[in-house]
Structure formats: structure tokens, C-alpha cells
């Protein structure tokens, strides 16, 4: 054989193993292929292939690892078992670009499955090579090596810890300063799944200057980029009063509040979880955000959004009325309650629901006031309802029940307290009928509209336990009226005529 004919040999040898590389790569991207793939032992195949001589086999081959294990933890494990990792780890800090970023798109495909497999990932010494990626000259590999950190670190504060002990965080700070918007996202993402298991964690990245930066991009035209620089503010700021003060000396009031005015679902609700988790410490910083005009910011927005995009908003008017009586008031002067009650009444999910009663019953438990800000709109029939339906969750029966309770418990207007002298369990008609033994004491009128409406009728049908809570409620309430109305309470009639002579006798 002449030369040419031998080396025509080898390359119909690199033209298959490039076209069956491709192929599987292709073939990756589809599910109904994945188990026959797997069953034909691709894996060992493209193993081998990672060695090949030829680097845009091995590009192809780590691509086509990557999509595999994607697609579900079997297949990540398969490549933990096969010791594939190693050979990508020690090909990562020698190869060209393109096959760093097919190697991280590889270990990002195993890591984000589970715990496990992140630490497998760690335990090959994936961590301090991927933090080399970050200073990379291209940016599509700091991004690949970004999104394997995020997967890492995203599943438990150990995993996060070794992160940072690689040296990651001052390095992903340097990345959301970068002119390339994903490569911003992604490294704020990264900074969001590494502060949000501790404060210890959120400390190092305050620590690494990453607040200051992320707040001046809040305003940035990229949504994506928002909804991630929001979550990696609220992260920082859920763990501890210093962290969420750091978070607002960085001068996000009233800038973050014109996020809650976007068209992206994503980006309204992260601004609300960020107000939420600033509100939620203590008096002062809640007063901060009514200053701001977060309270009235947060009413609109739950207003012009649906389902979970409601919620954080939901639970931070909650967190603020729960501080103080002046803080509750705020909300109520903002129309808070009315909102608060559409969305009890109108939204489908009971968690949504839930949280709706239990901010609720933080505005309604403070005084008389408050208790009939809430009670005017109607709110208490709609908690009671919650309360008794079977089709309610556990949750939702225990919150209704809290809420009502509170704003009974502070409730004297009676028109709002009166249906529930027919509707209500034994548990509830308790604090109700104690709340008319409070008021009609005082006010004669209401003594009156008590008798006309039917309602010292009801009070005498209750079957209450002789010496009971109840028993004492009832007698206050008949010590209110001239023994004839309450024993001749039958008929009706007879009680009526019996009360209008009452009421002219000087």
C-alpha cells in the first residue's frame, strides 16, 4: 500500500469517530433516545473519546456527557462511576476554551442534581479549577465555570462553604461587573445560592463588596438580570438585622420600589421578597420602608398581579402591621385591607390564602380600630368559611383560626360581630359572645339593635355549660336588660312589645 493510502486509512477513522461523536451529541438533545443510548453503552465510548487526540472530538464527546447527565441523576451517576470526572477536571486547566466550557457544562449537568453528586464533584478537585475559569480570559468560560459553582453551592451550606473556600466569591464579584449580561446573571445567581444557607455565608459575600455592586444594577433593563440581583439582595438581607441594614445603606430606597412596577412577574415579586425581608426584622426598618412609600408600592403591586407573585408582598404588609399599632395603621391608611381581603376571598391557593389571613389578623389584633378596619370589609365571614371548610388545608384551617381570634378578641363593632352568633363553632362564639358582654354594658343603642335584630334571642339558645367562660359571657350580657325581657324572651313579639315599654319608662 502506498503512503497516501495508509493515511487515507486514519483519516476514515477520525472522520467516524467525529461523525459518531456528533451524532450522539445530537441524539443527546431528544429523551426518547436517552435509554437506548444508555443501554448501548455510550458512556464508556465517550470516556474514550475524551482522550482522543483530536480536540474537537473531545469538545464533542464533553457535550455530549454533559446533555446526558443533564437529563436525569441515573446518568450523573453513570458518569461519577465511570471516573470520568477526574480526566474532566485535568482537562479543564489544560485544554483550549471550547473544551472548558464543554468540560464545565459537564460537571454543572452532575452537580445540580443532589448533594451527592455536587460532592462528588468537590472530591475530585473540581472546585479550585473552576475558580481558575473565573479569570479566564473569554467570558463564555467564566460563565460555564460560574453556573457549575452555582449548582455546587446551591444545595446545602457545606457544599456553599467549600465554594468559598476555593476563593469563588471575590471572583463572582468581579464577573457581575463585567460588560456580558450573562455572565452578570449567572455570577448573581451564584452570589444568591451562596448567601442563602447562613449568615456566616452572607457576610462573605457582603464582605467581598458584592451589595454595593448588585444595587447599582437594580435599575439595569435586562429582567433576567434583575430578578437575580433581587434575589441575591433579599438572600443577604433575610438572615439578620445588621445584613439587611448593610443591604439599605447601600441605597436601595426608593429605587428597588420601581421594580415592583415591572412587567416581568419575576422581577415584581423578588422586589417584594427583598421589601419582605428588610420589613420583616424590626420597627425601624419597617418604618423605613413606609417612609420609602414600600407599604402603598406593595398594596399596587399585589393589586395588578396574580397567585404566588401576590405572596411575599402578602406576608411583608403582615410582617409590618405585626411590629406595632402606628405600623399597622400605616397599612390600613394605605388600603392595605381591602386588597388583603379581595385576596383572600378571590385567589385559588390555599397557601396564598393562608398567608392573606394571617396578615389579616396581625393588622385586626392591635385595638378596637384596627379590629374594624378589618372587619368592615367584610373579611371575617370569608376567615370563618376557610376556617370550617373540609376541603381547607391544615394549614389555612390554623391560620383562619389565629386571624379570627386576634380580631375578635379587639373587635366592638357589633354589626360585624352578629352573624357570627349563628354561624360560628363553639370555640369562636365564644370570643364573640365575650365581646358583646365587653360593649353592650355601655352603649345603650346598642342594647337596643341587640333585642330588634334577634340577637339577646340567639344568646339565649347557646347551651352553655353551667360556670363556664360562656356561662359568665351570657349572664353579663342578660345583667344588660330588665329580668322580664330575658325570661318572656318567647315569642318574639311579646319580647319586642315587652322592650318598647322598657324603653319609655323615665
Known amino acids: 500500500m502506498s503512503q497516501r493510502q495508509v493515511l487515507q486509512v486514519f483519516e476514515q477513522y477520525q472522520k467516524a469517530r467525529t461523525q459518531f461523536v456528533q451524532m450522539v451529541a445530537e441524539l443527546a438533545t431528544r429523551p426518547q433516545n436517552i435509554e437506548t443510548l444508555q443501554n448501548a453503552g455510550v458512556m464508556s465510548l465517550l470516556r474514550t473519546l475524551l482522550l482522543d487526540v483530536v ?108 465554594v468559598v473556600d476555593a476563593g469563588a466569591v471575590p471572583l463572582l464579584v468581579l464577573c457581575i461587573q463585567e460588560p456580558e449580561i450573562a455572565l452578570k446573571r449567572i455570577a448573581a445567581s451564584a452570589l444568591s445560592d451562596i448567601a ?33 440581583i ?22 436601595i430606597f426608593p429605587v428597588v420600589l420601581t421594580c415592583l412596577k415591572d412587567k416581568d412577574e419575576y422581577v415584581k415579586k423578588n422586589a417584594s421578597t427583598l421589601i419582605r425581608e428588610i420589613a420583616k426584622h424590626t420597627p425601624e426598618l419597617s418604618q423605613l420602608v413606609v417612609n420609602a412609600g414600600g407599604v402603598a408600592a406593595v398594596i399596587d403591586c399585589i393589586g395588578s398581579c396574580k397567585g404566588n407573585t401576590r405572596l411575599p408582598g402578602i406576608m ?13 395603621m400605616a397599612v390600613i391608611i394605605s388600603k392595605g385591607v381591602p386588597q388583603l381581603s379581595v385576596c383572600l376571598s378571590e385567589e385559588p391557593e390555599d397557601h396564598i390564602k393562608a398567608a392573606a389571613a394571617w396578615a389579616l389578623g396581625q393588622i385586626g389584633r392591635h385595638t378596637p380600630e384596627h379590629a374594624r378596619a378589618v372587619a368592615v370589609t367584610n373579611a371575617l365571614p370569608v376567615l370563618l368559611s376557610l376556617y370550617m371548610s373540609t376541603e381547607s388545608s391544615e394549614d389555612l384551617q390554623v391560620k383562619s383560626k389565629k386571624a379570627i381570634k386576634n380580631i375578635l378578641q379587639k ?31 355601655h352603649d345603650s343603642k346598642a ?28 349572664n353579663s350580657i342578660n345583667n344588660c336588660y330588665p329580668e322580664e325581657i330575658v325570661s318572656k324572651f318567647f315569642p318574639e313579639l311579646q319580647v319586642c312589645a315587652l322592650f318598647r315599654k322598657f324603653m319609655r319608662t323615665p
Not at 316 to 328: C, I, P, Q, T
Open 55 to 162: 480536540p474537537t472530538i473531545q469538545q464533542t464527546a464533553a457535550l455530549a456527557l454533559g446533555r446526558l447527565a443533564n437529563y436525569n441523576d441515573d446518568l450523573a451517576e453513570a458518569v461519577v462511576k465511570c471516573d470520568i470526572l477526574p480526566q474532566l477536571v485535568y482537562s479543564l486547566a489544560e485544554q483550549n476554551r471550547f473544551y472548558k466550557k464543554a468540560a464545565a457544562f459537564v460537571l454543572r449537568a452532575v452537580g445540580k442534581h443532589s448533594p451527592q453528586l455536587a460532592q462528588a464533584i468537590v472530591d475530585c478537585g473540581a472546585l479550585d479549577t473552576l475558580v481558575i475559569c473565573l479569570e479566564d480570559f473569554d467570558p463564555g468560560v467564566k460563565e460555564a465555570a460560574a453556573w457549575a459553582l452555582r449548582y455546587i453551592a446551591r444545595h446545602n451550606a457545606e457544599l456553599s462553604q467549600a
Open 196 to 228: 442563602k444557607h447562613s449568615p456566616e455565608l452572607a457576610q462573605t459575600v457582603v464582605d467581598a463588596g458584592a451589595v454595593a455592586h448588585l444595587a447599582q444594577m437594580i435599575l439595569n433593563p435586562d429582567a433576567k438580570l434583575k430578578h437575580q
Open 230 to 251: 433581587l434575589s441575591a439582595l433579599s438572600q443577604v438581607s433575610k438572615h439578620s438585622v445588621d445584613l439587611a441594614e448593610m443591604v439599605v445603606e447601600a441605597e
Open 316 to 328: 411583608m404588609l403582615g410582617y409590618v402591621a405585626a411590629h406595632s399599632e402606628n405600623l399597622a
Open 411 to 441: 373587635c366592638t363593632y357589633l354589626p360585624a360581630l352578629e352573624p357570627f352568633l349563628y354561624d360560628a363553632p363553639p370555640n369562636i362564639l365564644k370570643h364573640v359572645v365575650g365581646q358583646f358582654s365587653k360593649v353592650l354594658p
Open 447 to 474: 342594647r337596643r339593635l341587640f333585642v330588634t335584630s334577634g340577637g339577646l334571642k340567639k344568646v339565649q339558645e347557646i347551651k352553655a355549660e353551667p360556670g363556664s367562660l360562656l356561662q359568665e359571657y351570657i
